[in-house]
């Protein structure tokens, strides 16, 4: 072998040596850059979406309106809606919502609910819960049934409450107004009462309560000639009228009513004033021009108004309401 021969030997040696140190460098850094993927896969898992933000819950008649703002993730598939009734034990709706707004129906009236909403990714991953948010349905008739309820406890400040939110509910709901002016005229707002009680006439109550209502009112007002028509109203529609959230109240009362304001206004009425009496105590024997049958109660008095007025008085505690 020459020095020629030698040398192109040494030279080819090198050039396969150097090819084959490539191609390991090339075999190690393709497993370093996979054991690199592999471990930047263990440390950065696939991220659950951000939590729904800014939830909000509108109350209304057996349902609630939730709203919130919309999650931006490419990899979004919809929504969970976790609903509870005591803010501790929640469970997760069955429907799953694609938009940012849900109506949830069918709900009880007068209960308090709680809400939270989650969102889901394409890989199932579910996000951490947006706020809670709490909603108690209701209606005007539920308040109103609620303020009656109330009102025939006794509770008249709470059952002015009821209606007073019915009627924010509604505002020509007719029953509301006239349970806010019995309310109200219990508590002796008598002024307001008035005009709740017209209110509820006029926006239509098809019962005569808010007429007996106020011819109460009317009479305490000192309105005589309201308090007569509106008694007589009440009578001519309904002779055997009684007030169905208070029993005590009845078609015996607007007799009264009328009794009362005839007497108050003045001798010329008191004849009509005596028919009344009559009507509520057949059994009363007063003639205006007879002195010896001006007695009450075995108590005999030197005027017929006198024993008249003692009559009413008498009927008053017997039959008022």
């Known amino acids: 072998m020459n020095q020629s021969q030698y040398w192109k030997g040494v030279q080819d040696t090198m050039i396969r040596k150097s090819v084959c140190l490539h191609i390991i460098s090339i075999m190690i850094c393709s497993i370093v850059i996979s054991s690199c993927d592999l471990l930047r896969n263990d440390e950065e898992p696939d991220m659950p979406p951000v939590e729904p933000v800014n939830l909000t819950a509108v109350a ?7 709203n919130w703002i919309n999650i931006i ?5 919809f929504y969970q809606i976790y609903q509870s009734t005591d803010g501790i034990n929640f469970t997760v709706r069955d ?5 940012n707004q849900a109506t949830i129906s069918l709900l009880d009236n007068g209960t308090t609910y709680y809400f939270y909403v989650t969102a889901v990714d394409k890989a199932e991953n579910e996000s951490p819960p947006s706020n809670v948010v709490t909603a108690t349905p209701s209606s005007a008739a539920y308040e109103t049934s ?5 009102f025939e406890a006794d509770e008249f400040t709470a059952a002015k409450s009821n209606f007073e939110e019915a009627i924010l509910m509604d505002n020509a709901y007719a029953d509301a107004y006239c349970g806010l002016g019995w309310s109200k005229a219990m508590l002796n707002d008598l002024a307001d009462a008035k005009i709740d009680f017209l209110l509820a006439i006029n ?3 098809s019962s005569m309560d808010a007429h007996a209502g106020i011819a109460g009112v009317y009479r305490d007002l000192s309105d005589l000639d309201s308090a007569i028509q509106s008694a007589s109203t009440v009578l001519q529609n ?3 009228y009684q007030f169905s959230h208070r029993l005590s109240i009845d078609y015996k009362d607007m007799h009264l009513i009328m009794a009362q304001c005839y007497y108050r206004k003045g001798e010329s009425h008191f004849i009509y004033a005596q028919a009344q009496v009559n009507i509520l105590d057949p059994s009363n024997n007063l003639n205006p021009s007879d002195p010896l049958t001006w007695i009450v109660s075995g108590v005999t008095y030197d005027s017929y108004a006198e024993a008249l007025l003692k009559m009413i008085e008498k009927l008053e505690t017997t039959i008022g309401g």
């Open 73 to 77: 993730e490419p990899d979004l598939a």
């Open 60 to 66: 209304g008649d057996r349902q609630v309106v939730l």
């Open 146 to 150: 609620q303020g009656w309820a109330r």
């Open 203 to 205: 926006t239509g109550l």
């Open 238 to 240: 309904t002779p055997s």
């Open 95 to 99: 429907e799953d919502y694609v938009i």
